[in-house]
């Protein structure tokens, strides 16, 4: 076997390095949501009493950014996947300019696009007051990554050529595409929802300005609790937005690199 060179230990010693800056104010924010006392430290002692702080006081935000989530994961579904359909059986300029467009939420700032919406829509009072505000902003900067997931995949195989094929015996076109196109999209589709998911239940900086002391959403509360509570109930607060959003992230690095292909190792 040979030595590894030292080029390669420099190499796993600089990323170790950065995954430890990384990764270490995240491990000390979890602990001081379960030690009893963060100034004293662990050696105070472990408890779970600021998470059940935190379900009585925020309970209520957690739910609502479940719920506009999901909400988030359906419009983007039935406005996202037909529109990558459109997209990627009419390629050209018009198609490559759309698609264009639909980033741009994503490369406005959040609070740009906050602002537009309120003085857009502000004046309607009960809409303006309640989550489905919030839910119109969320579907703009998250329906990019929708479309995109699924576009990658439509362009990857030979959607024309299934299409006539189903055509050929007969499908009409509602069953060509929930019969051929979108089990064949559905890698994307499944990673498309996972990363709305995700960034719904995390996004801050659209939900700041479109917020009302009614429609906190999980990120509004963890900023009021380090804001104005003791350092303890904000980092337990991070450890419920951590058990919620990890299981995403890792069921979204696991379909997503379902999608990649695998290279077979040559037999001796």
């Known amino acids: ?54 379900w009585r006081l925020y309970a209520d935000t957690i739910f609502l950014s479940l719920r506009i989530a999901l909400a988030c994961l359906a419009c983007t ?17 018009i198609a490559r300019a759309i698609e264009e467009l639909l980033v741009m939420p994503v490369a406005v700032p959040g609070l740009a696009t906050a602002l537009a919406l309120i003085v857009a829509y502000g004046g309607f009072g009960d809409f303006r007051r309640s989550w489905l505000f919030i839910l119109v902003g969320h579907v703009l900067f998250t329906l990019p990554f929708m479309v995109r997931s699924v576009l990658a995949v439509l362009c990857s195989i030979d959607l024309r050529m299934l299409e006539e094929g189903a055509a050929s015996l007969g499908a009409r076109f ?14 994307g589709i499944l990673a498309g929802s996972l990363m709305v998911l995700t960034l719904s239940v995390g996004e801050f900086n659209l939900t700041w ?51 990649r292909p695998r290279t077979r190792k040559a037999k001796p």
């Open 1 to 54: 076997m040979r030595s590894r060179p030292i080029a390669f230990w420099l190499q796993l010693g600089f990323t170790l390095l950065v995954c430890a800056f990384l990764i270490v104010p995240v491990c000390l924010s979890i602990m001081a949501g379960i030690t009893a006392n963060y100034f004293v430290g662990i050696g105070g002692g472990v408890t779970l009493r600021w998470i059940g702080e935190v």
């Open 77 to 93: 579904l039935v406005l996202g996947v037909p529109a990558a359909y459109v997209l990627a059986r009419r390629p050209g300029r």
């Open 174 to 187: 509602h069953q060509r595409f929930f019969g051929v196109v979108l089990p064949n999209c559905r890698s």
């Open 209 to 259: 300005l479109l917020h009302t002391p009614l429609t906190k959403t999980l990120p509004v509360g963890l900023a009021d609790s380090y804001a104005s509570l003791r350092i303890e109930i904000g980092s337990a607060y991070t450890v419920v937005f951590f058990v919620i959003i990890i299981p995403c992230l890792v069921l979204l690095q696991r379909f997503g690199a379902t999608g």
